[in-house]
């Protein structure tokens, strides 16, 4: 299984001085005492903690500080890669960022883990909002401070808010459509405008991203990749690193947020340290050296085989299996539908028949895997069954433009023999292509105007080989000409940001409360946006009909039905050869940790609430 995204959490801010004219449009006429204030935000105004919470009830207020944590990071935000880094920047489209960066910067408000999406106060201590929802006013804390000791004003969130909107990432720019602006009132203040008809989650995005300075920025250009460390204002900083070997984040002593509802018992380790593995087998051997401390577990072979060596044996490391209850989201091979050979989806569908899931999960995953069918797996967003009436209210405007299909059983992947090369299935898959006029002469596939079907599968590290071979060879039986190249993570990076590509591997998932990001995935603008998740080009007017309808859905079953909805279509496209997943996360750890006795839900908690372990690491090195 390929590294895990699960956990993205979309940041960032926007705006440069030089355009900030165009950000002071209008900013609402709602009257003060229509205002409605607040100490936390949700999509649907639902808060579990009150105004005068003194912590998240998953963390341990009294967790001791120290120590240090070390991993290979688990996932990864906008720039930032798996395998490598050249960049202090996560926040733009050049460059590969180290993964971490988001330690070093404070936000306006901080994500809850055990809610869907609330979010309670961190640099600003409560927000204030007009009744229709277009202008939140936000109050900065008098402690809020850079690393340097200034002050962090809402001069400063203004000036990250407009600076990400004009020259972030493009899913920055692409989430912060719907942000119009943002304005200081005075030092302490700052307001954000959203247009009408905004994204729900749009306040909640604009609000969890970071904040720069703006006197660094002054000097200094933001859309450019550099190895300079940025003045941040989070409980850590920017600490050792050699580029592409690891990065160490050290833990401000004095951090102005420590003591804050939403910061008690976390950030506890002096020192966050990434690691960086080319090779994924390398890798686990640098963990049982003691080289890192923790390791999540992403492949099945090594899990079910590996974990013997002698400190395991000996208790020094320990592991264990987390439940996971949120979304697991989409993992599978991405179809570029951009090119031309791809359009047809009966094409796509052959391509799906020839993939042996049941042999793959058997054979190379030791069983270990469910089969993914759905875009909001493991959620109650994924479509089961016929359509109810208030899906049909959303689907009936597109019967005719969209296959039959959609009103009735949403697609699901064939079940295989297991053998690996299912003879029904291939000639299933085989009978599609005929249909797609893709005929065989002298042993080939081709496509209807003659030229050979022929398929590249892109990734960019060798552990994701064995899964590939026997797809291909499948594909080969149709006559289908299919390789598979592995490239570098730069080049990778730049080939998939470019759609450069026939097909690759992807994973993402959502939060329980999509919105805005169901745009970058699945709209027909993400399709044409350089770097956007729309991997498969996906470009239907239906599919950007049913995102606003989730979008804009004033209640959580109103979400559900329009996910739903959206669903089906999606599925019933082919844009993608749907792989696997498992509600749960492996972990491994070497046994100097303490952690709470309650997990968040929604998040998997680590390094966040967990802490060093003195007496534990001791005993540690004395039985070593």
Known sequence: MIHSTRRRVLKIAAGAMAGFGAARADFGNARADDDIESHGLSAFGDLAYPADFHHFRYVDPDAPKGGRFSQIGPDRQYNQNFLTFDSLNSYILKGDAAQGMELTFATL?????DEPDAMYGLAAEKVRRSADGLTYRFFIRPAAAFHDGSRLTAHDVAFSLNLLKQKGHPLITQSLRDFVGARADDDASVTLSFAPKRARDVPLFAAGLPIFSRAYYSAKPFDESSLDVPLGSGAYKVGRFEPGRFIEYERVKEWWGANLPVARGQNNFDIVRFEYYRDRDVGFEGFTAGNYLFREEFTARTWATRYDFPALRSGRVKKDVLPDDTPSGAQGWFINTRRPKFADPRLREALCDAFDFEWTNKTIMYGAYERTVSVFQNSEMM??????????????????HIPDEVFGEPYLPPVSDGSGQDRALLRKASQLLKEAGCAVKDGKRVLPDGARVTIEFLIDEPAFEPHHMQFIKNLGVLGIDATLRIVDPVQYRARRDGFDF??????????ATPGDSLRSFFSSQAAALKGSNNLAGIA??????????AIAAPTRPALVTACRALDRVIRAGRYWIPHWYKPSHWIAYWDVFGRPARQPRYFRGIPDTWWYDFDKAARIQRAG
């Open 109 to 113: 408000m901080a994500r809850s883990g």
């Open 502 to 511: 026939d097909i690759t591997v992807d994973r993402f998932s959502f939060s």
């Open 540 to 549: 239907d007017p239906a599919v950007d009909a049913l995102i606003d309808a």
């Open 383 to 400: 479509a089961k069954g016929k359509p109810d009436a208030a899906e049909l209210a959303l689907l009936e405007p597109f019967r005719g």
